[in-house]
Every structure is written in C-alpha cells, then in structure tokens.
C-alpha cells in the first residue's frame, strides 16, 4: 500500500463528497460538495487528502476562524479570516480504513501544517462521541463555547494550543 497526503485537487471533489456523505449520513450532518469546497477555498494550504494507491480515503478541512466560534454547517464560507486560530471543520477517513491510525496521521499532519504557518491554537466541534479521541490528542473542552444546534445532541468545541495538540495515540478517527 501507498500512502500520500497532497493537496486537493479539483478531480478530488466528487469521491471527498462522497467519503463526508458516508462518515455523516447517520448524524444528519452531511454538508455537501459547494459547502465543503467553499472551505477549502478559504484556506487551501490548510486542507489535504490521504490517498491510498492513488485514490482518496481521507481528506481533512481545516481553515483559520475566531477561536471560541465555528462554521455554520451547510452555509459556504466566504473569506479566510485573520486569526491565530486554525479551526478544524472536517476530518475523514474511509470507513474500511478507521482505526488503523490514519486518523491520527491526518492529525499530526495537520498539526504541523499549523506550527509551520504560525497558528497559536488549533479548534474544532467534537460530532459522533469522539470527544474521547481529541482529548486523547491533546484537545480541551469549553462548554462555555457555543455550538450551533445543527452540529448535533452532544457536539463539543475543543481546542488545543499548537504545541500540545496531536499527541500520540491507538485510536483513529
């Protein structure tokens, strides 16, 4: 097997669609293709695929946006906006391929992206009880921090500085 972390690339959109539709289905929380691509245009360099043996089985979105707030879902967004903070808004991988540690490598890759381009914090809105995972990672609760509802009974933001997050750990995502 071949592994590689790229870029995404404008033939990646429709298989990208098709891994969040099949990670969210059962949450209601599928967004799909124009939300998802609106994403990465706000912040290219911070999103990337994790393709096996040339085919995508995992992307990971993730754009600066003011700390203790998130994208509302389903909405494309419209700018980059000037923070410190980089959010994570997505994060897949193909079900056959979950916990074999690939999400922990989609993690750390992320991780490093944002030491290199001088974010403070890494956030994100912990979906589908993987709150467990992010602590694991480094992350923290905030419950003073609003979730929108459309995130789901039991959505938690979390955040992490940059120097702490992506510590080691058995689970994938």
């Given amino acids: 097997m071949n592994d590689r972390l790229r870029g995404i690339t404008e033939a990646d959109w429709p298989r990208l669609a098709a891994l969040e539709s099949e990670a969210y289905a059962d949450l209601s929380l599928a967004e799909g293709e124009e939300s998802l691509r609106s994403r990465a245009r706000a912040s290219a360099g911070t999103c990337f695929v994790l393709e096996r043996d040339g085919r995508p089985v995992g992307y990971v979105l993730a754009l600066p946006y003011p700390r203790f707030r998130c994208p509302a879902l389903g909405r494309p967004e419209p700018a980059v906006h000037d923070t410190a903070n980089l959010h994570l808004h997505d994060i897949v991988v193909s079900a056959p391929l979950r916990r074999r540690g690939l999400g922990t490598r989609l993690v750390r890759h992320l991780t490093e992206t944002a030491r290199a381009g001088g974010f403070a914090t890494l956030s994100l809105v912990a979906v589908g009880d ?35 997050s992506a510590l080691p750990h058995r689970e994938a995502v």
């Avoid at 992010?134 to 500085?161: D, I, K, L, N, Q």
């Fill in 130 to 164: 993987k709150e467990t995972f992010w602590r694991a990672h480094g992350y923290r609760t905030h419950p003073s921090a609003p979730v929108p509802p459309e995130y789901g009974r039991g959505a938690v933001y979390m955040s992490a500085p940059v120097t702490a």
